[in-house]
């Protein structure tokens, strides 16, 4: 970010590809105080989404650019971190020098792919020469799902995020709901992107069909992050999330069903909400989740977890929050994320992008 | 084209049947057992009846406030017709309609219409329906000498031009728009109304059955052929007040008596069959005697039947669904 | 997501139903516009473009001109919903109803109830409606109230582009006749709309934002500006909920309900005009079902009880803006009793 190492530059995060400014509601560090990766830095919001940006690397909270009920454009510097021995003269250069150096409008772009013969909508971030990583999201969501972290992962990388069939932007096919039918889509989706390596990682549904795709790739899959996927938690896929989110009609049951996400129930917002319902009546896409929900999600998730995982010689991550709802973490085999529930990349957003980054880094 | 002995017989118990109706109407009314306001028929028979003797199934109407004889000429059952003036929940419309709304829309009846002037533009929409989807159906439109002067009747006889719809006019002149007269309240010439609009119109006795269902079998015909809308002027009678209280004191006794004696259209289609040997008589006795056992039932069972439970049905029938409060 | 205007949703809305359903016509003045012309045909695509490129997709058997003759037209999208078609009528501005409001209020709207239950009318009747184009009193009116209060009806108000697209898809489909009102200062505003059909159902407020503070209900393009009011709020440390009903008729009394008794604080920002109007119909409610709730008066922020002026300057005086409704939300939320 700076051709000082020693000084970070906070910038303002980009959450997806409407957002193209943000208001700094709060400072939750003051100037001096040290920081350690994870920890909350500051909340900003938009006109539909309210969150934390958290810490990405250890110092200390030297600056602050942008004061409480300011709004800066995505990409501009907020704040800087650095050693107590870096001089204000040196703080002084690199904000003047980044000011200047605000990114232009946003580094999302979407794009449409064939998937044999379904077109999938793909959110495409950075670009370079390291091997792209594709992402999945999970049940009922969209790329949306991965706004807090794909910029942040897309250092001399594309990351491209896909929206799995009948749901985002993709087009809707009931007949498309097995785990495997699934994993072929998304594969041939992934083959249009790139035809050399890559790295996957997948959330919840998206995690298992990751998994599934990552043992039908072989050696093309450099790494394999899964961050509280499906067919691998110490318990089933809840019931009264699945039903409970294919039920919903209305605001207040969906509010109740997307609580169970999250494990400060107050991060579910009305925009939250007001996209799950409208994503379930996209004409035909409660019939597809209902037939996806039924192919994978059952007592069923677990079958051929085991058999794929023996299949994939690529490193593999498994992340999970500890106080996940939807399935609980495993005894083993897994990071657990203390505070955090079903969506660690949205709750616990910098320390997963974190995570991932080594993670992608020692698999190269 | 000739009327068969069938066709004869089957319009005589249509009239009849209408004339009985009104008059057991008329007499419930009198006894005070119909709630609202009822518009007699009587007196117009042979228009409702040859007009929809041309019609098939398929086809729809429109009728207006003096709507019972276009039911019963369509089809529908003088029972539950008598139950819904009477208010009760057998009725043609579970009693929430009455006799100004009386509707059938399986037999293409598209409701009796207690605003004058409400039936123009409807079928130029049932008949949009028909020429859109392909069905041959045509729908003629009921209405009397007041609706002339409305705009929707202005209006739907250019649009029916303009999209060439199947459509027939039916302009009943009964001289009487409420307790105005025609002569006062329409200038000029109805058929010369039409025929402004490039529309082929006739002027039609409305006391004779077979020159009505001649010019509406002609108008209906080509309709259906796609050669657009026609209007018929039919010329009848109202052997009633405007509705069930009014005393129709604007017509004199002795103008009334030479009405019904000299211009009752059931009369003259009587004497033209028989004297013409076509029908015999006892056969119109016979079915006389039928069609008043028919309404004696139809008034028995609408007596007797319950009223609507408001706390089943007062708030039912207003939408398909409703995601709200009513 | 895709970008479109509010204009280009409702185009792609008809297109998609039309595409999916052959029961669906359209009729309306100028809806192709040309007609008769010899010059381009489809010159207009409807008064403000929204059926532009209808035609050329359905032909004019689907896409019908009409003359000049609202009662007409209005009363045969009537007629021809009861047989079987699900016909989308527009006309130009809603203030034109007077000319055959008996099309709607008394044909329409009550076919099924003085039937007996038997009858459908699956009509659409689309018109421009609102303020604010410098169009005077016979072409800017709010009149929702109007069709709210008439029973059989069902009324919609959308306040922005995925709204109208899904309200209108849900309109043309619904079995009920839908009055569906097009603000016409919102043709050009542009939001995310999903290219896939889709539908938003009746009688479900937005919650457009979340806020302890105050509760705004507001309709149509007044949601843009309470939005507005509430940033400005914001900065000033009063949070705002705002909730667009989208549907007058039904109306999500529930959802009013809820915040009105969270916030305890409600103003009601209509541009109709005051009395009989959407601003005192959701304060009755409030009043009458949240009383035990509310910390402070109910607020109705509407033009006043007179026509739409012309000159700027009076116009702009008489739409409700960001300030006045900023105002009444701070009176509210600093109300003591």
């Known amino acids: ?364 | 084209m000739q009327l068969s002995r069938d066709d004869l017989l089957a319009a005589y118990r249509t009239m009849r049947t209408i004339r009985e109706f009104e008059s057991r109407v008329h007499a419930e009314a009198q006894a005070g057992r119909v709630p609202g306001s009822t518009h007699l028929y009587a007196g117009q028979e042979a228009v409702a009846t040859g007009v929809c003797m041309a019609l098939r199934e398929g086809d729809t109407i429109a009728s207006t406030h003096r709507g019972h004889g276009h039911c019963i000429a369509m089809g529908l059952d003088v029972g539950p017709m008598m139950a819904e003036i009477l208010g009760k929940a057998t009725g043609t419309c579970k009693g929430k309609g009455g006799s100004m709304h009386i509707a059938d829309l399986e037999k293409g009846m598209l409701g009796a219409n207690g605003i004058v002037g409400g039936g123009p533009p409807l079928v130029c929409g049932a008949a949009l329906a028909a020429k859109t989807l392909g069905t041959g159906a045509v729908s003629v439109c009921f209405s009397g000498d007041g609706a002339v002067n409305q705009g929707t009747t202005a209006e739907s006889l250019n649009l029916s031009m303009v999209w060439t719809l199947p459509v027939i006019f039916v302009v009943e002149d009964n001289g009487w728009g409420e307790a105005t007269s025609a002569e006062f309240a329409v200038a000029g010439d109805i058929v010369e109304r039409a025929r402004g609009y490039g529309m082929p119109a006739v002027r039609v006795d409305g006391l004779s059955l077979t020159e009505v269902h001649e010019a509406a079998r002609e108008a209906v015909g080509r309709a259906r052929e796609g050669g657009g809308p026609s209007l018929l002027h039919v010329k009848t009678e109202r052997f009633f007040g405007h509705f069930n209280g009014d005393v129709d004191t604007y017509r004199s006794e002795a103008w009334k008596a030479e009405q019904r004696a000299n211009r009752d259209c059931i009369l003259r289609f009587r004497a033209m069959a028989t004297e013409a040997g076509l029908v015999a008589a006892e056969d119109l006795d016979s079915i006389d005697r039928e069609v008043a056992a028919l309404l004696d039932e139809a008034v028995r069972a609408a007596r007797a039947a319950p009223e609507p439970d408001p706390a089943r049905v007062l708030t039912t029938d207003v939408y398909v669904s409703y995601e709200g409060r009513l | ?337």
């Not at chain 3, 997709?57 to 003759?69: A, H, M, N, Q, Y």
């Not at chain 3, 009149?143 to 697209?165: C, E, M, Q, R, W």
């Not at chain 3, 008066?297 to 007179?306: A, E, G, Q, S």
Request: net charge negative; aromatic share 4%.
């Open chain 1, 1 to 364: 970010m700076t051709a000082d190492n020693r000084i970070r530059i906070v910038t303002m995060p980009k959450w997806g590809m409407t957002m193209t400014e943000g208001k700094v509601s709060a400072w939750l560090k003051e100037p001096g105080d040290p920081v350690e990766p994870g920890e909350e830095l500051l909340e900003v919001e938009t006109e539909k989404i309210a969150n934390a940006v958290e810490a990405q690397e250890s110092g200390v909270l030297r600056r602050i650019l942008v004061q409480p009920g300011q709004t800066a454009p995505c990409g501009a510097p907020l704040a800087l971190i650095a050693e107590a021995d870096v001089t204000e003269a040196e703080l002084d250069a690199v904000a003047e020098g980044a000011e200047s150096a605000v990114a232009e409008g946003g580094g999302l772009s979407t794009a449409r792919v064939d998937a044999g013969g379904l077109s999938l909508r793909v959110t495409s971030a950075g670009g370079g020469e390291g091997a792209p990583l594709i992402l999945l999201h999970g049940f009922g969501s969209d790329a949306g799902a991965w706004m807090f972290v794909q910029e942040a992962l897309a250092q001399g990388r594309a990351v491209h995020a896909i929206d799995l069939p009948s749901h985002g932007d993709s087009d809707v096919d009931a007949g498309v709901a097995t785990l495997e039918a699934l994993a072929e889509r998304v594969g041939a989706a992934v083959d249009a992107l790139t035809d050399g390596p890559l790295h996957l990682a997948g959330h919840s549904l998206g995690g298992r069909i990751a998994l599934r795709l990552a043992a039908r790739r072989g050696k093309r899959v450099r790494s394999l992050t899964l961050i509280a996927p499906a067919g691998m938690g110490g318990g089933p896929v809840s019931r009264d999330f699945v039903d409970g989110f294919l039920r919903a009609d209305k605001r207040r049951p969906m509010k109740e069903a997307l609580r169970l996400l999250v494990a400060d129930e107050g991060a579910v917002t009305s925009e939250m909400v007001e996209r799950a319902l409208a994503a379930k009546r996209i004409d035909g896409a409660q019939e597809a989740l209902e037939a996806i929900a039924a192919a994978c999600l059952g007592d069923n998730a677990p079958e051929g977890v085991a058999e794929d995982r023996a299949a994939i010689s690529a490193p593999v991550l498994v992340l999970w929050g500890a106080e996940d709802r939807v399935i609980a973490p495993p005894a083993e085999g897994a990071e657990v994320l203390e505070g955090v529930g079903h969506l660690p990349q949205m709750e616990a957003a910098s320390r997963i992008a974190a995570r991932m980054a080594r993670h992608l880094e020692g698999a190269e």
């Open chain 3, 1 to 337: 997501m895709p970008q479109k205007t509010f204009r280009a949703a409702l185009n792609e809305a008809l297109h998609q139903e039309m595409a999916a359903d052959p029961r669906v016509v359209i009729f309306g003045e100028d809806i192709t516009g040309g007609v008769g012309g010899d010059g381009e045909a489809d010159a207009w695509g409807g008064a403000f473009g929204v059926s532009k490129g209808l035609l050329a997709k359905f032909g004019p058997e689907r896409v019908l001109d009409t003359p000049i003759s609202e009662s007409a037209f209005v009363g045969a999208a009537a007629g021809a919903a009861l047989m079987g078609l699900r016909p989308v009528v527009e006309i130009m501005f809603v203030d034109f109803i007077g000319v055959c409001l008996d099309q709607v209020m008394n044909q329409a709207a009550k076919f099924r109830y003085m039937f007996g239950g038997k009858a459908r009318t699956p009509m659409v009747l689309r018109a421009t409606f609102g303020a604010g184009a410098r169009s005077a009193s016979q072409h800017s009116q709010a009149l929702y109230p109007i069709f709210t209060h008439i029973p059989g009806l069902k009324v919609v108000v959308p306040s922005n582009p995925a709204d109208a697209k899904g309200l209108l898809i849900q309109a043309i489909r619904d079995d009920d006749p839908v009055i569906f009102l097009e603000h016409k200062m919102l043709y050009d505003t542009v939001g995310e709309v999903p290219d896939k059909p889709y539908v938003t159902p009746f009688g479900e407020a937005r919650v457009v934002r979340e806020g302890d503070d105050v509760t705004i209900v507001a309709l149509g393009r007044m949601v843009g500006r309470a939005e507005e009011a509430a940033r400005t709020l914001a900065a000033e440390g009063i949070q705002a909920t705002i909730l667009d009903p989208r549907t007058t008729s039904p109306l999500d009394a529930d959802t009013i309900l809820e915040f009105a008794e969270e916030t305890g604080r409600v103003v009601v920002v209509d541009e109709a005009n005051p009395r009989c109007g959407m601003a005192a119909d959701i304060a009755a409610l409030v009043a009458e079902e949240a009383f035990g709730a509310l910390k402070a008066p109910i607020l109705k922020v509407t033009p006043p009880h007179t026509p739409v002026p012309y000159a700027p300057s009076l116009e702009d005086a008489y739409l409700p803006d960001a300030a006045r409704i900023a105002e009444a939300a701070r009176r509210a939320a600093r109300y003591q009793a």
